[in-house]
């Protein structure tokens, strides 16, 4: 047959899995998310071997509804998941809805990636399914994922492969090297690349690199969480503001989850920017759904304390004053595959 031996008419997955060793170390079940032409065959396994370079995950859209038939009966049989934080995530929550614990998972590890993500969001996926999360690394530029990875005895800070890449970090402003520690502009040089060799490619992810000793024994420097990047920042009157300080507050907070997006308009000459955030199921089976409308929410107390709250948090931790507004939960955008949208930028 033409196409490599595949029949016509049958779905594609979109990647490639490598082959299982029989008896080979490091063997593992792995679940495969992809897009395919049926819905009903939107997920696949495969024995492979560890570790991964490549991730040939794109979730179909709609993950809230794809979970109930599909993601329960697969993930019970797989033991690592590669996909974006903010989906497990998702994932965990949809599990808890409909009564799946994580014993019934025989998930054990998660390789999240793609965009920032925090500790807090790392222990909601880690109790949610069950699993020791770590975070990988990469830019479709260098390699794609695999650049650097998180270890599962420390999970502080992702190792570099510094045998193929040698990384800086810089002043965003200035492009100076700063020291160990600083946070900074990632920028990489490839040691090994052939074909498209890189010299300093400025990736504008926000982050630091330590060369402290790590207790899994490996010596390869280490880079710190991803904090931002530099076309994330948002400047409102003035003040630099990233996604994941509001984020940050956001988890201190028990009424609400880390389900938000952040709008900016200009009005006249201000920039005026609004915080739209879920407020947490438990609270809202308090209050109630229809006094969230705009015509009552003034009215009551709680939601109008909390709203004060949120605002006076943000404007102590990140010195900018953000109108909020509570939404039912569901309502804010969730990754459905591809990264989340945390901003949305309507100034002209």
């Known amino acids: 047959m033409a ?4 029949r016509a008419g049958e779905p594609r997955a979109s990647g490639r899995v490598a082959p299982r060793t029989p008896g080979g170390r490091g063997d593992f079940r792995l679940i495969v998310i992809c897009q395919q032409s049926i ?12 570790p991964l370079t490549r991730s040939p995950m794109k979730l179909a859209s709609n993950l809230q509804e794809q979970v109930a038939s599909h993601l329960r009966r697969r993930i019970l049989s797989g033991q690592l998941l590669p ?3 903010l989906r497990e995530q ?3 929550e949809e599990f808890r809805k409909r009564g799946v614990s994580p014993e019934e998972l025989s998930l054990e590890y998660a390789v999240l990636g793609a965009e920032p993500w925090t500790e807090a969001i790392r222990k909601q996926v880690d109790e949610g399914l069950g699993v020791k999360s770590t975070n990988i690394y990469g830019l479709s530029e260098i390699i794609g994922p695999g650049v650097s990875n998180e270890c599962v005895e420390e999970r502080q800070g992702s190792h570099i492969w510094e ?4 990384p800086e970090v810089v002043d965003p402003d200035t492009g100076e090297p700063l020291p160990e520690g600083k ?7 490839t040691l090994t690349k052939e074909a498209m060799p890189l010299l300093r490619y400025w990736t504008g992810d926000l982050t630091f690199l330590t060369y402290e ?3 899994c024994g490996r010596t390869h420097v280490r880079m710190g969480p991803i904090l931002g990047r530099t076309d994330d920042m948002l400047i409102i009157r003035g003040v630099n503001v990233y996604p994941t300080q509001v984020e940050a507050v956001l988890l201190a907070i028990p009424e609400v989850e880390p389900y938000y997006q952040i709008v900016v308009r200009r009005e006249g000459t201000l920039d005026e920017a609004e915080l739209k955030v879920e407020v947490s199921e438990p609270f809202f089976r308090e209050i109630g759904r229809e006094v969230l409308s705009d015509e009552v929410v003034e009215a009551d107390h709680r939601l109008h304390a909390l709203r004060e709250r949120i605002a006076r948090k943000i404007k ?3 010195s900018v004053t953000l109108k909020v507004t509570l939404l039912p939960p569901g309502q804010a955008p969730r990754s459905e595959g591809g990264k989340l949208r945390r901003v949305l930028d309507l100034r002209k």
Request: glycine share 8%; with cysteine; net charge positive.
């Open 3 to 6: 196409d490599g031996g595949k």
């Open 39 to 50: 819905p009903s065959r939107a997920l696949r396994s495969a024995r492979v071997r560890f």
């Open 83 to 85: 996909d974006t934080p």
């Open 90 to 92: 998702t994932l965990a």
């Open 163 to 166: 045998d193929h890449f040698l």
């Open 183 to 189: 946070v900074g502009v990632l920028v990489f040089t």
């Open 213 to 215: 000793a790590c207790t």
């Open 316 to 318: 102590d931790n990140v």
